[in-house]
């Protein structure tokens, strides 16, 4: 009988914690480099948030060839999360539904572990809010505040589907407020850590349009898309369906990639975007470039598939880029986006070209 699912995560980080992870992966073939927000990372692939929530495993995840490492989500409090048990395999598909609630150890903790963290790792600090917070607004400015000078981007994800109202500063006034505030608290520390919006994979076409035009409007520096959905497909067994929590892996990947081009096509490169859900491949990270992704991230797949993945991504990414023709990773982004095909990127986009 296999290990459930949330106590085989806790035994992979304590193992990591431990020293037990590979060794240094060899350098990253050139073709993969990439500039973004002025930083060169070695390779687009990045672990996505929820696999570290608290920056326990950062040197760990860099060994195992991730070109980033995104922490968290973290909460200015700590807090226990959902009851067990809360993360539920679908194996015919390699998907997997979790409602964790933001289960970490606060900011104090994850303050301490980012000042300590290994250099030469390009880190993202993804930020959320305690479920006890009326006042959503703050807790989002707190983890700005105190996380914007130790990451070297910051999350504001407001699309996990487990924290009630949590997905409602997506749209109107509240999203606006919300904008406004995490760039004026970001800016009042003095540091210019760029700001990513994290959104869920269940917005429509005109709430997308709205998002974007109220991110671009308050200066945010990138979208991340998407979070897992509470969306079900219709091969799923009824009784799985009925789980309560959000939805990844590669049942996740059409929908995700859908929702990120159309973001790609209205951003029309004026931010650069990171695609999440479902990479499981080579070939699905390919696409997310493709459709308008300058970063990808993964962490269902890691799950099912091992530490073998990445160096197993980061080849076939490689050898489908050189086959195409791009001579950068840089060229192939957005390729597949109607109003960014064929033509040359703007280098405000990634904050120059390698
Ligand atoms: C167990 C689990 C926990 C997650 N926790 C978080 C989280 O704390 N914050 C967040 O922004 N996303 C979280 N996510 C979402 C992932 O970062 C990612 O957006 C989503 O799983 C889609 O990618 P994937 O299909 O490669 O897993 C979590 C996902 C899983 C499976």
Redesign the pocket.
């Known amino acids: 009988m296999a290990l459930a699912p949330e106590a085989a995560h806790r035994l992979t980080v304590t193992a990591l914690k431990l020293g037990l992870g590979p060794r240094r992966q060899s350098g990253d073939d050139p073709v993969l480099a990439t500039r973004v927000w002025g930083r060169t990372f070695a390779n687009p692939i990045g672990l ?3 696999f570290d ?1 608290d920056g326990e495993v950062i040197g760990a995840m860099a060994r195992l060839g991730f070109g980033f490492v995104e922490v ?2 973290v909460t200015p409090k700590p807090q226990p999360g959902n009851p067990k048990p809360r ?1 539920v395999r679908w194996p015919a598909r390699q998907g ?1 539904i ?1 409602r ?1 609630g ?1 289960n970490n150890h606060g900011l104090d903790s994850a303050a301490v572990r980012l000042a300590r963290r290994p250099g030469g790792v390009i880190v993202g600090a ?1 930020i959320g809010r305690n479920k006890d917070q009326s006042d959503a607004i703050a807790d989002y400015v707190a983890g700005t505040e105190r996380l914007a000078g130790l990451a070297d981007y910051l999350v504001v ?1 407001i699309s ?1 589907p487990n924290t009630a109202g949590l997905r409602d500063l997506q749209e109107g006034r509240a999203l606006a407020d919300l904008l406004t505030a995490v760039v004026a608290a970001r800016d009042g520390t003095g540091s210019a850590t760029p700001l990513v919006v ?1 959104i869920a994979p269940d917005l429509d076409d005109a709430a997308l349009d709205a998002l974007v035009a109220a991110v671009l409007d308050a200066g945010i520096d990138g979208i991340a898309v ?3 959905t509470i969306s079900r497909p219709a091969d799923m067994p009824e009784r799985l369906a009925r789980e309560a929590g959000g939805l ?2 590669p049942p ?1 990947f059409a929908l995700s990639t859908d929702r990120l081009r159309h973001v790609a096509r209205r951003v029309a490169g004026r931010v650069p975007l990171i695609g ?4 499981a491949s080579g070939q699905d990270a390919y696409a997310k470039i493709r459709a308008g992704a300058s970063l990808v991230q ?4 890691l799950a099912y598939q091992g530490p073998a993945l990445v160096p197993a991504i980061k080849r076939d990414l490689a050898a489908a880029l050189r086959a195409d023709g791009f001579a950068s990773l840089n060229e192939a982004v957005g390729r597949d986006v109607d109003s960014l095909a064929g033509s040359a990127l703007p280098a405000a986009r990634t904050g120059g070209t390698t």
């Open positions: 996505a948030a929820g929530k968290g989500t993360m997997l979790n964790l933001f993804n994800n996990s994290k998407s979070n897992t990844s892996g996740l999440i859900g479902g990479v993964l962490y269902t797949a």
